[in-house]
Every structure is written in structure tokens, then in C-alpha cells.
């Protein structure tokens, strides 16, 4: 019992403190009591009724993590509460893969239940093995179940592998069930998963592309197909790959022109990157579609006349985030389930939205004449002007008295010494659209310097520098895709005091049979601006996303307008264009994506693959094992060699050899075993053993030849799956060299 708990204490251990990994904040007492009540069962004596005992763990354990009282199991017997209980841990399953890890448990109880069942489980399985003396099998569930938590997590792979290894080695050790010979073999087995831990974590494209993309692992498996694409909104300048072949995400129904369909905003710029953040405005009422006006939308909005309806349908889309053109103000929640409005015009389903999933949504989208921009009152209201943020400072308005020199004392603040790394993109905003009167000019000088005038050029894999990547963009690469473009050209507005975001989602896509075509080729990020009385209104920077028409941005909403972007005559530089500008074949964004039907495994796909692993290096190390016994010269020792291998193989194949077997039991184990005739081999291995110098040679030759002649004909007494197991056993490891 002593030894039970010994070896059951640091595999326990490590493997809670993996799965309490996925929390932030961890709530480790909790693991560790679970654990330690997994652990108990396996430490009651013999005369105990160890199924009581489990069964009574279980209970306390499934009473800490999924709070179910005695008092309270008896509803549970009907079926209309019993269901939506099994429905929320179904969806706490299925919430591992559809939210940022780590989680917050509070707010995830159901999440936070399965981790402790995990724990549980885990732990249960592990110790039970090692209360049956079957170090093997604990050591498999202990690497199982830190591999699991570690691959969804993500990072670290190695470290937490090198520690499930040494939990795993330390079973058998505890229990002092293995020999010098099978710590080497387990040696060698780590050495090679933690070597392609770390030759999977380092090749890059591996990660993201092949059969062994630990991240996509989803116990789900082919139930995905239907909702095979996803995507990681926010800024990302690290370079994007689209499949070969696009897949639809979205039919939208209503609109005869072409609009922008928006999953959701980045409102906030630190550290390079552009983020979401959103706060809640409530949920929305399933029986009520109208939605409350968010901040910052013009009283016109209020108007039903104004609204554009749109019919959309979910076709093969991985996201809780509801898209729709514009600013929704009305939904028909009664097909979705949950859904929140979050601030600057965003709707957010608690789970995902399902494949086959339709709604109805109605929004405010600005239709502003160029004259209307331009004559847009210059005026911020205080809500506003956390649209003017870089970093942790906030720019003075596009008219305030003193402009210039307020950001240049900010530039020069010594205190401020890691903001002055954005410099050049304010200086850079200044020489471009520096002399506009107006924010509409500042807008437009921008975009077209980006698509027209700027030399700069569409790249789906940009050079990667060092330093800021937008400041690298601007001055050196000038290379990349729409979250460049639109993340750079959002920064230098706000630098110019004009508030501005990132948006992201999708383009109109194709227009078929009165219905928009969405695609994943479609997915892109643009810039949407905030004008006084009109609201938020969209702009494109990113050359090559189609002509300069009125579908592709409201910069180009009149012919004027147009024909001065075509001709770059607006915020046209003194500098030539380095190069022009180039098309690209399909849209952008920075995401994952892809089909994981296709491309990511299950995980029972990658055990498979991690036990043929196991299985070629414990075959390798019995082999270096049987070929250094025959590496002696000494004919006496060879002897002896072939003496072992015999043994080996027979007690590989269930039999029970002493350490200190004889010729005549080796002879009878044959008989016994296999129903053949071992009296050659013991003639012949007696010889070769206690015989005269003179026929020592002679024995040693005819000992092996009959050894080759025995295994032969025992391996075709046997089926494959005795062959098989007697492959994979341990038993001939642990023996003790003579």
C-alpha cells in the first residue's frame, strides 16, 4: 500500500497541475482533492470492497466539481431536467475548442467541472494500474493525460512532456518492477518523443499544416466537417496561407448592393498589435428584436426606414460572433441561442453558431456623400476619444489649438523612451495628409497613399524584420496584407487626432441568383473612421482587393472621387512609387482556417501513431539488447547468449522462467509451451557450455542453429496477435542477466 502511494503521489501531481493549466486562476485545491480521491481506491486493502470505495469517491468528487448534492439527485430522474444537464457537459466538451485558453472558471462552470472529472479520470486509471503492479499501462495514462491538456494549451510542449516522462519513469521505480535494461529502453522511448516534441514545435510549417497539428485536436472529429473553418481575429502580421479551394461560410439574402459583413472591431492598439476591446451592453431579448443604439451612433439610426434587412445563413463557419453589414440595431434571435451585444455595433452568441443556422438582421449602414464627409462637424465627444489611444497615451484632437507641438513633448518625453518607436509613423502621417483641413482629407490622402502613390504592394508572406512591424512596413517592406494596411493606417489617423478602428469579417463576396456568396477567400480587415452626426464609416487601404468601385470603399462614393484616387491625386507624395501595386488571387486575413476534416487528426489518430512510435523503439531496443549478449568472442558466452535469447522469447510469450532457469526447464517450457522436441538444443547448449575445449566451437555453432530452429518453428505455432504481444512485452527487459 505504502508503495502504491508513493508511486502514485508525482504522476497525480503532474497530471493535475496540466489539466489546472487551462484555468486562469488556478483552482489547484480543488485538483488536488479530486486527485487525492481518485488516488484512494487503489490504497484500500484487500478484504475492502474496492468497487464501494470507488463508487464512493466518485461521488464526492462529481458532488466538488459538478456541485450535485444528495438532496438534489432525486429531479434528475426526470428526463426534462436530466437533459439539460447532459446538454451543458456536452457543451463544456465542446467549449475546449471554441474559446481562448486559458479560461476563467467562474464564468465557464461547466468547463471547470470537466477539467476536475479529467482529473479525476485521469488519476483513477493511473493509480488503479499501479495498485495492479502494471507499470506500463500507468505510465501510458500518465503521459495521456498530460498530453492531452498540454496539445489544446499549446507552448511548452517539451518541458511538459520531459516532466510526464519522469512521472512516468518514476512508477516502476517506486514499485521496483524494472532493471537497469528497462530504464534504458524507457530512456530511449523519451529521448525520442521528447526529440520530436521539439522537431514538431520548431518546424513551422509542420505546425500549421500537417497531419501533426496538435492545436485542431478535437475529440469531435468528423463532426466538424459541417463547421470547418475558423478564424483568429485579431492583428496578426506573421503571413497567411489560404487553401486551395474556397469554401462558402455565408449566403446573405436582402441586399441588392454590396456591403461589408462585419464580425467584430479592434478598438485597441498596444504593443503593435490591434485587440478587441468590447464591454457588454446586454443580451439581446429573443422576443424583442429591436437592440439599444451603442455609443457614437447617430439619432438616425433610430429610423426603420434607414435599415437594411439581411437573411444570412451560416453555412461552414466556426464563430460566436453573429456578422451583419454595418451597425445591427434588430435581430431575430429566435434560431440562435443566446446572443450579447457588446459595444461598437457587436453581436456575440454565446456558442458558436451552428452550420445550417439562419437569422435575420437589421443594421444601419452610413451611405454618406463625399460633401457630407468633408462637411462633417470637427467635434469629439468624450466618449470618442478612446479612439484616438496608441499605446497607453491618447492623441490630441484632428482641430486642437497646439496640435503639433502637444505630440511632439510627447514624442520627446524621456519617460516615454519605448513609445518613441512609433515616431516614424506619425512623422510619415504628417508628410502625407499633414496639410488636410479637414478628417474626410486626412482619410482620403492616407488611403490613396496606400493603394496608389505609396509603392507599396500586396504580400500574403511579407519579409519579417526586426523592430515594430508597422513601422518596419512603412519605411522599410512596404510588403503585406490587409492586417498591415489596415492596422498601420488606423495608427496614423489616430496619431492626426481622427478616431479610428480596425474592422474585421468579410467582403460582399460574389453575387449569385440574388444571394451574396461569402467565401473564405473573403475574410479581410478594413478601417472604419467616426464622423460627427453620420457614425462610423468604412475605408480600405489594401491595394489589389478589386477596382476602386463603390462596393470596395466609401472613399469612392461619387465619380469625383474615383477619378482623384485613380490618379493619386489626392495625398499625392513628391516620391515615384517604388513598384506598383499587385493583385492578389484571394482575399486576406490573419487566421486558422482550413478544413479540419481534411487536415487536422483525431486524437485516437495520433495515438495510433505515437504507439507505432513505441512499438519500433521498444522492437529497436531488444535487438541492440540480443546483439551486444553475441558480441563476445568467448564461445562459453555466446552460448549463454542463445541460452537468453530463448528465454526471453518464452517468457515474452506468458511463460513463467526463474531467473535461474535450467537446461531441463528450458527443455520442458519448450515442450510445454509450443509441443516441441528441445532435447537438441539442451544436448548442444550443454556441450557448447560444460564440454571440453575441443568441442566447445562445435557446441557453440550447433546451440544457435538449433535456437534459429526452435523460435522458428514455436513463431509458427503462434497467431499474429501472440506474435505481436510478445512483440511489444516487457517481460524479457526486466529479467536479470545471468
Known amino acids: ?115 476536475l472529472a479529467a482529473i479525476f479520470g485521469f488519476v483513477l486509471a493511473m493509480a488503479l494500474f499501479v495498485a495492479a503492479r502494471r507499470p506500463l499501462g500507468a505510465a501510458a495514462v500518465t503521459v495521456a493525460g498530460v498530453g492531452w491538456p498540454v496539445t489544446l494549451l499549446g507552448g511548452k510542449a517539451i518541458a511538459a512532456g520531459a516532466l510526464a516522462l519522469a512521472a512516468a519513469l518514476a512508477i516502476p521505480l517506486v514499485l521496483r518492477a524494472t532493471s537497469v535494461r528497462t530504464l534504458l529502453a524507457g530512456g530511449l522511448i523519451g529521448a525520442a518523443v521528447v526529440a520530436g516534441a521539439a522537431w514538431t514545435s520548431s518546424a513551422t510549417t509542420l505546425a500549421r499544416e500537417s497531419a501533426l497539428d496538435w492545436e485542431t485536436w478535437d475529440i469531435r472529429g468528423p463532426e466538424r466537417e459541417a463547421s470547418a473553418v475558423r478564424f483568429v481575429w485579431d492583428s496578426n502580421y506573421d503571413g497567411i496561407t489560404f487553401p486551395p479551394e474556397k469554401t462558402v461560410v455565408l449566403r446573405v439574402d436582402g441586399p441588392l ?114 460633401r457630407s464627409l468633408a462637411e462633417a462637424p470637427v467635434r469629439l465627444p468624450p466618449v470618442a476619444r478612446r479612439f484616438l489611444g496608441v499605446d497607453a497615451f491618447q492623441f490630441p484632437t484632428f482641430n486642437a489649438p497646439n496640435r503639433r507641438r502637444l505630440v511632439e513633448s510627447l514624442f520627446s518625453d524621456p519617460s516615454y523612451r519605448g513609445f518613441t518607436r512609433y515616431r516614424p509613423l506619425y512623422e510619415t502621417a504628417l508628410r502625407i495628409a499633414g496639410r488636410a483641413e479637414t478628417p474626410y482629407a486626412a482619410v482620403l490622402a492616407l488611403e490613396s497613399w496606400f493603394r496608389q502613390t505609396g509603392g507599396f504592394r500586396y504580400d500574403e508572406s511579407p519579409p519579417r524584420v526586426k523592430g515594430s512591424p508597422l513601422v518596419a512596413f512603412v519605411t522599410k517592406t512596404k510588403a503585406g496584407y490587409c492586417q498591415q494596411f489596415a492596422g498601420t493606417m488606423a495608427v496614423m489617423l489616430r496619431m492626426l487626432g481622427v478616431p479610428s478602428r480596425v474592422a474585421v469579417g468579410f467582403t460582399s463576396g460574389t453575387y449569385e441568383d440574388g444571394t451574396w456568396v461569402v467565401t473564405d477567400h473573403e475574410a479581410h480587415a478594413w478601417v472604419e473612421v467616426w464622423f460627427a452626426g453620420i457614425g462610423w464609416v468604412p475605408f480600405d487601404p489594401t491595394p489589389g482587393r478589386g477596382t476602386l468601385g463603390g462596393e470596395y470603399s466609401f472613399a469612392s462614393g461619387s465619380r469625383d472621387a474615383v477619378a482623384a484616387l485613380r490618379r493619386g491625386e489626392l495625398g499625392r507624395e513628391s516620391t515615384t512609387p517604388e513598384r506598383p501595386p499587385r493583385t492578389p488571387d484571394a482575399g486576406d486575413l490573419a487566421g486558422d482556417f482550413g478544413t479540419t476534416s481534411s487536415q487536422a487528426p483525431s486524437l ?99 546451440v544457435r542453429r538449433e535456437v534459429r530452429r526452435l523460435l522458428r518453428a514455436a513463431r509458427g505455432e503462434l497467431s499474429l496477435w501472440a506474435r505481436f504481444r510478445g512483440l511489444v512485452s516487457l517481460r524479457s527487459l526486466r529479467s536479470v542477466s545471468s
Not at 92 to 110: Q, S, T, W
Not at 298 to 321: C, F, T
Not at 337 to 359: H, I, K, M, N, W
Open 1 to 115: 500500500m505504502r508503495r502504491t502511494l508513493l508511486a502514485s503521489t508525482l504522476p497525480a501531481l503532474v497530471v493535475t497541475i496540466a489539466w489546472m493549466g487551462l484555468e486562469e486562476p488556478r483552482q489547484l485545491r480543488q485538483g488536488f482533492v479530486i486527485a487525492a480521491l481518485a488516488i484512494l481506491p487503489a490504497m484500500v486493502p484487500r478484504r475492502v470492497p474496492r468497487l464501494v470505495v470507488l463508487a464512493l469517491a466518485a461521488f464526492v468528487a462529481s458532488w466538488i466539481a459538478f456541485g450535485a448534492q444528495p438532496w438534489e439527485l432525486a429531479p434528475f430522474r426526470d428526463e426534462r431536467v436530466l437533459a439539460p444537464a447532459l446538454r451543458d457537459v456536452a457543451r463544456g466538451i465542446v467549449d475546449f475548442y471554441e474559446v481562448f485558453l486559458p479560461f476563467e472558471p467562474r464564468p465557464n462552470a461547466e468547463m471547470h467541472s470537466l477539467v
Open 257 to 370: 448592393t454590396p456591403h461589408y459583413w462585419r464580425a467584430t472591431t479592434l478598438d485597441l492598439f498596444v504593443d503593435d498589435h490591434w485587440f478587441e476591446d468590447l464591454f457588454w451592453l446586454g443580451q439581446v431579448d429573443r422576443n424583442s428584436p429591436t437592440l439599444p443604439l451603442p455609443l457614437l451612433t447617430p439619432e438616425r439610426a433610430q429610423d426603420p426606414e434607414s435599415w437594411l434587412e439581411q437573411r444570412i445563413r451560416v453555412e461552414a463557419l466556426v464563430d460566436d460572433h453573429v456578422a451583419a453589414a454595418g451597425t445591427p440595431v434588430a435581430l431575430d434571435a429566435r434560431r440562435l441561442e443566446t446572443v450579447f451585444q457588446l459595444s461598437g455595433g457587436v453581436l456575440r452568441s454565446r456558442d458558436p453558431v451552428s452550420a445550417g443556422t439562419s437569422y435575420r438582421v437589421w443594421s444601419y449602414v452610413t451611405d454618406p456623400a463625399p
Open 604 to 702: 485516437i489518430a495520433v495515438g495510433l501513431l505515437l504507439a507505432a512510435l513505441w512499438i519500433v523503439v521498444l522492437a529497436s531496443a531488444k535487438m541492440a539488447v540480443r546483439r551486444v549478449r553475441y558480441l563476445s568472442r568467448d564461445p562459453r558466452r555466446q552460448a549463454t547468449a542463445s541460452r537468453r535469447e530463448l528465454e526471453d522469447f518464452l517468457r515474452d510469450q506468458g511463460a513463467d522462467m526463474p531467473s535461474n532457469a535450467t537446461l531441463a526447464t528450458l527443455q520442458q517450457a519448450v515442450h510445454d509451451e509450443f509441443g516441441l522436441d528441445g532435447r537438441p538444443f539442451a544436448l548442444a547448449a550443454a556441450q557448447a557450455r560444460f564440454g571440453p575445449p575441443g568441442s566447445v566451437e562445435r557446441g557453440t555453432s550447433g
